[in-house]
Nanobody
């Protein structure tokens, strides 16, 4: 079982920065692929960025060059540095852990943190 708790959301003006954190409990964090996802009101949840257990990263085109995903396996923590924020980045941001237990892939989600970018 993995529990994920996000923090770091808030209200920021366009052009500003925020750093989201996702604290994970359990012993499988270092072996899990991790990702940040977001859901804006009235829209479907979308992928923001992912990072493999080996540190390979992938970003949505809309955030490339502005957002950076990283992880600290020693701290069981996932981060999302968000720079040059835009009003369209407003959403609830959630982290996800994907773990292969040898039988199937299991997904674990956090509860989300609100990011609001004012124009």
């Amino acid at each position: 079982q993995v529990q994920l708790v996000e923090s770091g959301g808030g209200l920021v003006q366009a052009g500003g920065s925020l750093r989201l954190s996702c604290a994970a409990s359990g012993s499988i964090f270092s072996r899990s692929a991790m990702g940040w996802y977001r859901q804006a009101p009235g829209k479907q949840r979308e992928l923001v960025a992912t990072i493999t257990s080996g540190g390979m990263t992938n970003y949505a085109d809309s955030v490339k060059g502005r957002f950076t995903i990283s992880r600290d396996n020693a701290k069981n923590a996932l981060y999302l540095q968000m720079n040059n924020l835009k009003p369209e980045d407003t959403a609830v941001y959630s982290c996800k852990a994907t773990y292969n237990n040898g039988i199937a892939l299991r997904d674990y989600w956090g509860q989300g943190t609100q990011v609001t970018v004012s124009s």
